[in-house]
């Protein structure tokens, strides 16, 4: 076997394990941004009262702030208030604000309700940032270090067919 078939093959394994270990790294760092922030934020939206509620939107605000994510964007180019992590983390405490204020009313009432039933609103609306910090805090040099690990097994197995033939 030639030295530039070697290349190909060693250049082809490399490739395969940067993107296996990059990849597994990818997916438990989404499974931790998701289990630690996006999941509270669907069961504060679908819990049953303001005192559950309450509990999760301070699972949810603590779980952002464990992992930075109250300030900054989820976007690398195209930074809106959609994606300010400042702006949704002002939501959430507001949204726990009127949680507290509503905890007192008789929960048969219309007012109270209501109030959660527009809380659910806001809740449901609100962007889950998990998907946003990943691609901005990793998605975006692991993609460039497996492309560019592939770009480079494609350049060696190119000239070793080359040569080849």
Not at 103 to 119: M, P
Request: no cysteine; net charge neutral.
């Amino acid at each position: 076997m030639s030295r530039l078939a070697i290349a190909a093959w060693a250049s082809l394994a490399l490739a395969i394990i940067v993107s296996a270990v990059l990849v597994t790294m990818l997916v438990l760092q989404g499974y931790h941004y998701s289990r630690t922030i996006g999941s509270y934020e669907t069961r504060a939206q679908v819990a049953a009262d303001s005192t559950d509620m309450l509990f999760y939107m301070g699972q949810l605000e603590q779980g952002m702030r464990d992992n930075g994510a109250t300030t900054g964007y989820t976007a690398l180019i195209f930074k809106q208030p959609g994606n300010d992590l400042t702006l949704l983390y002002r939501t959430m405490q507001n949204v726990s604000t009127r949680l507290r204020a509503i905890e007192g009313v008789d929960q048969t009432s219309v007012t109270y309700q209501t109030a959660l039933d527009d809380i659910r609103g806001i809740v449901r609306e609100m962007q889950d940032p998990s998907g946003g910090l990943l691609w901005v805090r990793y998605g975006w040099w692991m993609g460039l270090i497996i492309t560019v690990v592939w770009l480079i097994f494609l350049g060696v197995a190119g000239t070793w067919v080359v040569k080849e033939t």
